[in-house]
């Protein structure tokens, strides 16, 4: 309700003013509209995939005029068309600012349907022996298939490796796809190096042997070599070529071209003490030829000193076993040489007060190379005791080892029977300090 009554004017200091001078109660109702509402009428997708279904809202309630805004962004329309199956949403406003959301589904009943039956790819890798089949339901049969190979039935064989793409139309015309790939397996590899150089009487063992207890092996050459073993032994010269057969048939080929020279080769090398932590460790190359060139291979995070074609200096910090390989060239023959040096932990010394590598002033032999008469003179840092040891570098054999007391200067006299050739004089001092000579007896 609202107050309604007379008024009467009144002079007041500020001008003339209206004071009410009756009261009169009287009711007004306000109309309220009716309740904002939508629905909705539609169609269906008539083909999978398809486009075509129309929704219609039907708004009532509220104030017109209604706006529209539909969530595939169409707006202003209550009519929306050529619509995929799925829902959508409406938002409508009305005159005055109410607000009203409801959503619609697009129905697709009975679609086309493509099932796999059979997919099998290639049996051996390039092969050209795979196939699909699938099976179709739903829609309006009869189908009609249409392949990428131009194939126009629901099964394709003779298939490499590769996307194959169905395109399905039924009798009304609707359509759907099927997508396949099939893919190689892995080829049969034939692991053998790459053409390879023997020197003197190297021999090459080659092993092709695979994860198959099916399959076969089959060795041929240009020399009238041949065998059906996996491993063979390789003396002579000429190209090799093996073929693996798996037990699904699939082959694989390589082959390698071997060169042989009379030149000698080897590949040897001595440690010339024990090997400690914290320590300069000594590895001899000691092939006989040495080689026109040298490859030394040690693990990662190991010191290296120094490192020749004769000698490798390595220091180690952490105790255990290390894998060192040398490999010995002549030509491009190659000969490989491994040992493992066992690394201890270092011995405690007494301090010394010269800085590592200048314990040992001077040691020299001479004459040299020698008949087994000559002469050794070591100069030290400081008074010492020291072993000096005489090695066959053929055999790793000490030949002759001699301990001196308590010195700085020693001059040590020799005068031995060896056989001619080349020997290593090592030089070991008790505060880990070691140096090596070449000896040559004439």
Do not use: H
Not at 48 to 75: C, F, L, M
Not at 185 to 207: A, F, H, K, W, Y
Not at 343 to 360: L, M, R, Y
Not at 375 to 388: G, P, R
């Amino acid at each position: 309700g609202i107050e309604l009554g007379t008024y009467l004017p009144v002079s007041t200091p500020t001008g003339q003013e209206y004071v009410l001078d009756e009261l009169i109660d009287v009711e007004r109702y306000l109309p309220q509209p009716d309740v904002l509402e939508v629905s909705f009428t539609k169609t269906v997708v008539s083909c999978s995939e398809g486009n075509d279904a129309r929704a219609t809202a039907v708004v009532t309630g509220g104030t017109k005029p209604y706006t529209y805004r539909w969530s595939n962004g169409v707006r202003d329309t209550p009519t929306i068309e050529n619509l995929f199956a799925r829902t959508y949403v409406l938002y409508v406003t009305d005159a005055k600012g109410c607000q009203l959301e409801g959503s619609v589904t697009i129905d697709q009943p009975n679609g086309l349907v493509i099932d796999p039956i059979s997919v099998k790819a290639p049996t051996c890798f390039e092969g050209d022996d795979g196939s699909i089949e699938v099976n179709v339901s739903g829609g309006n049969p009869p189908y009609s298939y249409r392949w990428n190979t131009g194939s126009t039935s629901n099964s394709i064989t003779g298939l490499t490796s590769g996307t194959y793409l169905l395109e399905l139309t039924d009798r009304k015309g609707c359509k759907t796809f099927y997508e396949e790939t099939l893919i190689d397996p892995d080829p049969i590899v034939v692991d053998m190096e790459e053409n390879r150089s023997l020197c003197g009487d190297q021999t090459l063992t080659l092993d092709i042997t695979i994860d198959d207890p099916s399959a076969t092996y089959l060795w041929s050459s240009d020399i009238g070599f041949t065998s059906s073993q996996s491993t063979v032994e390789i003396t002579r010269s000429g190209r090799y070529t093996a073929t693996i057969t798996s037990g699904l048939g699939c082959i694989g080929v390589g082959d390698i071209v071997v060169e042989v020279f009379d030149t000698p080769i080897d590949s040897d090398f001595l440690i010339t003490t024990q090997a400690y932590t914290g320590e300069d460790v000594i590895l001899v190359n000691v092939s006989e030829p040495l080689g026109d060139r040298v490859e030394w291979s040690i693990p990662d995070g190991i010191e290296i000193v120094s490192q020749t074609n004769e000698e490798l200096i390595l220091r180690f910090a952490d105790q255990g076993a290390y894998e060192i390989n040398l490999r010995s060239y002549q030509k491009d023959c190659y000969e490989d040489f491994t040992k493992t040096v066992l690394v201890q932990p270092a011995i405690e010394s007494p301090e010394v007060n010269t800085k590592p590598g200048e314990f040992i002033e001077e040691f020299i032999i001479y004459p040299n190379p020698n008949e087994g008469s000559f002469k050794t003179k070591i100069t030290l840092a400081e008074a010492s005791n020291v072993t000096v040891k005489i090695i066959d570098l053929m055999s790793g054999k000490t030949m002759n080892e001699r301990t001196e007391k308590n010195s700085i200067d020693f001059l040590l006299d020799y005068s031995m029977t060896m056989s001619s050739g080349v020997y290593l004089m090592l030089l070991e001092t008790p505060n880990g300090s070691s140096q090596t000579l070449k000896l040559v007896f004439e």
